[in-house]
């Protein structure tokens, strides 16, 4: 019996994990499920499970489905807990993504359902070579194109180590032979003249654009190095080479809550909207979940298993009976912060500055500047102005919204002087002080890795979900790998309790 | 007069040049132009002069506009001067472009042009860092992410020549403050340890995706220096640095030939198609231009003035009256040469590989391999397996179409093992024997300097035009900038000829 559920993938040496569950159809038959929350953790779970036969719930405390997952458009409601409620006034057809926005190649359980529940995909530009980067105290204030710092630094590298190879002051390990080779590399890599002097570059710009007849292109000049050593000309262009922010980056076509909504059409009526959880306590070997809907009027819910993907600063505050050690990690989490302000505007980006989608960056708390990456060249989009993390998003999102919207202004101001004034229909998005999350991504793995592991383990009917029991924290691959992680421990149980039960 | 005729953009010290035309509507009222083919230079100067009121005939002898900007899909027969037609049996909804297939960011003519037609657009994908790259004497002949190449190449740069500064070995010209920033960068920027030694780097990979509970990722281990001293190491994971390949590209949805049709579309019955030159003569201060429709019969177009697009190893055998001179260049004008093979396939590559748009790179005569930009995550698509320049463009494409296109498979066969029986309906374009084409790229302003100034100068009612006289040689860009030019130099030339007769 144990080799047959371990064939079937139902256990592991008695450790339920992280594969893409392939439950047999069937398999749940005459067994429910409870999920807390409507996020992609708590949809991707109810959406395996339904297929294997479960009897799935899903309570969402809001009146849509998503969670973190939200595309803000006309008519969206925006609700802080220390602010009035925004309504969007964006035109139709316009939005950003408040929450996840990008989806990475290697993110296959993401990409997967995005496959089967048939959601259309573009590219999302997550790198532009024409956006920008800007520091008060890197290149007298002013704007610099990604290219000419990325190229600047690239020429400068190959041209200091190719001739220290060359003059023998750098030990490479090198053969004679294989010496020569790196320098030809370099040379060709860093764009060096014969000399292993970097004096020009066309990758870092073009001075004068080639035309027809006599009208031949110019190159940029190369900086002088010393002005490049500010930790803004390598860090933000580099922001691109991190595993999760390489090209090629993906997102749904009208919204990253197509897919949350694609789940829904599957779900249907497993999905209640509006309904708060207020207390679980454990009945026999299930659950009970008391919520209430929006006119206050109190439920219970009783099941076999429970998924409970609610974030932890929003469940410390609901009543439970989870053991002791486990209240304590979730009263204790650490959880980050995030802010987005977002404007719709002209595309002055577009012609202008020949930037398409992409990211640029500044020293100040509105930290990116994010593009469209669709709709290119009609007259309108929706400029991210600010797209912040951590301290710096929990400062900008703390200003009153005027003020954090007039603070984003002035960095597009800075980035693109002349322009801000074409911004309207101001956005502000803190994640901090966004009822049902109150924060981005858990960080239980990093700041305390005994209650990760301990939370990661069932407890009883109990079973927690959600990016913040992954180590993809912040990303919806990450959501969805832990509900799958939840899924595959529900299968265990219920086959143990099969075992245990008289034959 | 001549001020006011300057300050209308009409003459700048007497040389047309290639600024955006903007000629007074009405100001070609009464005069007349004929061009000579429906490419990207003849219809945006038959744009341009329609809009300022002259009467404008365009002759091109295929039965469809665009030239070499051509997308192939289902039912386009394609024709070469040594090959049996093919007609493509793609899908419906499938295709591919076989001349220009890229936008840069910076090709704002084009794009102009995008935005004033209604062009719908996207981003064209010119870099995947999970596409490959695979030599034969490169990594024991196995495919490699781009991304491995990529941060193995910049994380042993920067250990080097970290530890070559911090040693003394390397004379950076800096202050020792300054250098210890450097250092400090490098260390960022290389993914270096504190020790300045590089020894994994996730940004080159993931040897073990990070999951849910105790998943934890693992980066690739560093390579070994000596073995990442191929040239294709370092030069193919730079190719979209080259400036005209830089992030963001864009592309037209649904082919590139959306942009022809659009001009179309404005043209109407401006443009003649299956008219074939056979001669050009001078006629008064005009010219007399002959062709010869499908059927065979012949027709005669006289005008006042008459731009010329057509390739010159085309040009070369139809009978004309320009100065022996110009007949000169046009006879020893040099051309490139490219070849595309294309098959539909499943995206194998998707999924399974993670690549999502982009090239891979390998060291055979397909040189790249493109993947589509566009309907990801789809059944089918269709991949460019072989996208070649110059000599081994020459050499694909001079192959039996069958011998061409297993050729190509094998390429892909290399890049993704296993997988190239996949491909179906295969397709090969091969421009040198494209018949008014016969080849790509005019290297005009290269091979001939004194030939090119010569043809960008009106001889008397010739006006010659397109990529070739351009210094944006096989870009689109090049030939609508090259259009303008002859655009502003009718109507200088119309300037001058009503100052020449009585008021």
Known sequence: MYMAMRAMGLVDDGVAHAETPSLRPGSGNGSSVVILGAGLAGLSAAWELKKAGYAVTVLEARDRVGGRNWTVRRGSK??????PEQTCTFEDGQYFNAGPARIPSHHQATLGYCQELGVEMEVLVNHSDSALIQADGFNGGKP??????????????????????????VDTALTAEDQARL????????????????????????LVEPGAGDVVGKPRDAMVLASLLHPMAWGAPTFHDIIDMQATMLQPVGGMDRIPMAFAGKLGRAITLNAQVTGLKRKGAGVEVAWMDRAGATHATTADHCICTIPFPVLAGIENDFSSNRQAVIKNAVYGDSTKIAFQSPRFWEARDQIYGGLSFTDRDTLMTW????????????????????????????????????????????????????????????????????????????????GYTLMNDPDGPYLFAGEHLSHVGAWQQGAIVSGWRAVNAIAARRASQSLAQPA
Chains 1, 2 share one sequence.
């Open 78 to 83: 925006i609700a802080h807990t220390d602010k």
């Open 144 to 169: 610099m194109q990604m290219r000419q710092a990325i190229h600047n630094v690239r020429g400068h590298v190959a041209s200091l180590l190719a001739k220290g190879v060359r003059n023998g002051g």
């Open 371 to 450: 593009y469209p990456s669709g709709r290119f060249l009609h007259p309108t989009g929706v400029l991210v102005a600010g797209y912040s993390f951590a301290g710096p998003a929990t400062r900008l999102g703390s200003l009153p919204l005027a003020e954090g919207q007039a603070y984003a202004r002035e960095t597009v101001e800075r980035l693109h002087p002349g322009q801000s004034g074409k911004l309207t229909d101001g956005v502000t998005v803190h994640w901090g002080k966004v009822p049902f999350n109150l924060g981005i991504a858990g960080e239980v793995a990093q700041e305390d890795p005994a």
């Open 183 to 206: 320098v030809e590399n370099l040379i060709g890599w860093g764009g060096l003249d014969a000399d292993l002097a970097f004096r020009h570059s066309e990758s870092s710009g073009l």
